[in-house]
C-alpha cells in the first residue's frame, strides 16, 4: 500500500534520524531546509527533520484516532502534504518556517518500512485465511480492500502471532520460557489476568524478566519509560531491533503451544457465512447505506465475490444451457429494456440456492434478437472476476433467458442521484476503481466492452460495484487490438471515443475513454453528460478540444484522470492496466487518511468528549 506521502519529493520513507542529517547536510543546511521520514513508532507516522541556525530539528507527525496528522501540540492536518504547506507559512511553535524542500537526490529511493511489507504479508494472509481466497480473487482481493482490511487487522496482529500466548500466569510463562533451549532473548508476550494489560516475559542469562505493558489514554502500548506504539505487534517488531530500555533485545520467540499452525484466531470479526445451504440472504440488506457505527460489509463477505462455481461440487454441473426446473421467476421486474425485461429470481444448484437476475427475451422474440442475446451469453460465459456480472448461464423456455447474478443495488447513476448526501466522494473513487479493476481483466483478456457508462455498473452494495451488459461487447481475436465495426447502429455516442465514431474501430483504449466519461457521470452523482447536447453536437466539442468541466467537488487528481482517459489520439492514451494504478494509489492515499481507525467506537468518543 503507498504511503499517503509516497508522492512527495522531499519524503525519503524509512530512514534513520543520522541519515536524514547527512541529506540535510549535503543539501547545504540553510535556514528552513526540511524533509519528511517515516516514524518507526508509529503506524503511519511521520518525523519532519528540519535545519535552523545549522542546527537539526526532528518533529514527529502523529497519525491521531480520527485519521488526521499533527505535531505534538500542533494543529492537526488532514495529510502529511497539508500539514508541511501549513508550516511553510507558519511556524506555529516550530523552529522556523519550512523553506526549502531537501528532495530526494535523483536515484536515491524511498526506502521501504520495516512494517511495509509484513503489512503486506499481514493483509495476504488476513485475506487468504478470513475469507478463503486463492489466485485471482485473493489477488483482487488484496489490491481492492487493502486499506480496510489494513486497519482490521492492525490491532489484532499480535494474536496470530506464535510469540503470543493470551491469557497465561507468570508462572506459566517461566515454566514455557525455561523448557527447551533458553538463548538470550526469548520471548513471549501474554495478557494479565489483573486487568487485560500485557506482559513481555524475555530470557537473558537463563534468568526471566518480566516487563508491564502500560497503555495510555490514547491507547498507545509501552514498556514502562519506553517508546509509544499503536499496536503490540509494532511493540514487539521494534524491541526486535532496539531493546528500548529492556535487558536484551527481542530475538527468539517462544512458540505458543497452543497456537494451530497457520490459523487465524482475530476478534472483532468473523466474515459473514458464505452460503453453504438454503437460501441466499441478500446481501444488500445486510447494508443498504451504512450509518455511523455500522460495520462495512467488504466485497469478499458476499455470496458474489467468487463465482457460484468456483465449489468444484458445483463445476460438476456447469453448462451454458440451465434446467427450467432448476429456476424460479419473481414477478419482480428489475428492469427493462428494447429486448424485454430483467426479472428477480432464484437458481437452485447442488448445494445452495442463489439470488439470480434474469433477462428475459420478449415472447414473440425473432431469430436476430435471439442471435443477440446468445452472444451476450457467449461472452459473458469466458469471464469470471469479482468486478464484473457473472453468467450463470442460460434458459430456453417459455422465452430466452440470460440467467445472471443478482446485483439488487441497480444501476450506478440512479444510486448515486437518489444518494447523493449519503455517499462521500471517496465512495465514489472506492466504487470506480473497483469498475478499473474489472476493465482491467477485460483489457487482459482481450474483450472489448463497448456500452461501459454508470447505467451499466450495477452495485452489489454501497462498497460493491460491478460491471455488466454485454450485449455490445466482443472478444478480439488473438493478435487483433481493435474491433472494426462494418456499419454504425444505435450507438451511445457520448461515451464513445473520436475513432470509434469515426473509424467504428473499437479497443480496450476506446472503452478507457468510455470509462473517462463514466467517472464523470459517478463524480457529478449521475448527471448526464454533455448537458443536452445531441450525439453530433459533442462529436465537434471533442474535435475542437473542448472536454467536460471538472465536476463540483470533484478530486484534482481524479479530474486529471478522466482527462487522461478523453486523449483524443488512441495511442497517447493510457490503458486500464496504468488507469487501474493511478484510481488505486489515489483511493489508496485516502482511505488512508479518511477512514477512522478501528480502536475508535462510539464510547471512545464519547469519553473523549468528557471533562
Ligand atoms: P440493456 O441492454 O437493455 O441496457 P441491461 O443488461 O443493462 O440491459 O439491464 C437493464 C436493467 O436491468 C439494468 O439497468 C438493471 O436495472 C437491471 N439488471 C440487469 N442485470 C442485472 C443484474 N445482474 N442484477 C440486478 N439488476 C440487473
Ligand atoms: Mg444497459
Redo the contacts with the bound molecule.
Sequence with gaps: MPDAASHLPFFYGSISRSEAEEYLKLAGMSDGLFLLRQCLRSLGGYVLSMVHNLQFYHYPIERQLNGTYAIAGGKAHCGPEELCEFYSKDADGLCCTLRKPCNRPSGVALQPGVFDSMRDNMVREYIRQTWKLEGDALEQAIISQAPQVEKLIATTAHEKMPWYHSNISREEAERRLYSGAQPDGKFLLRERKENGTYALSLVYGKTVYHYRIDQDKSGKYSIPEGTKFDTLWQLVEYLKLKPDGLIYFLKESCHNPNMPAGELTLKGRTSCEHQTSGHVTDPWSCSPVEGPGKSRLLPMDTSVYESPYSDPEELKDKKLFLKRDHLMIDEVE??????GC?RKGVYKMRKKQIDV?I?VLKSNNEKAVKDEMMKEAQIMHQLDNPYI?RMIGVCEAESLMLV?????G??LNKFLSSKREEIPVSNVVELMHQVSIGMKYLEEKNFVHRDLAA??V?LVNQHYAKI??F?LSKALAADDSYYKARTAGKWPLKWYAPECILYHKFSSKSDVWSYGVTMWEAFTYGQKPYKKMKGPEVISFIEQGKRMECPADCPAEMYKLMQQCWTYKWEDRPGFAAVETIIRSYYYSIAAKIEKGPEETEEDKAKAACP
Design positions: 428489475l428492469g427493462s429494456g428494447n429486448f430483467v437476475a433477462k456480472v445472471m447474478e443478482m446485483a439488487s441497480g444501476p447505467r451499466n450495477l455488466s451488459d450485449g
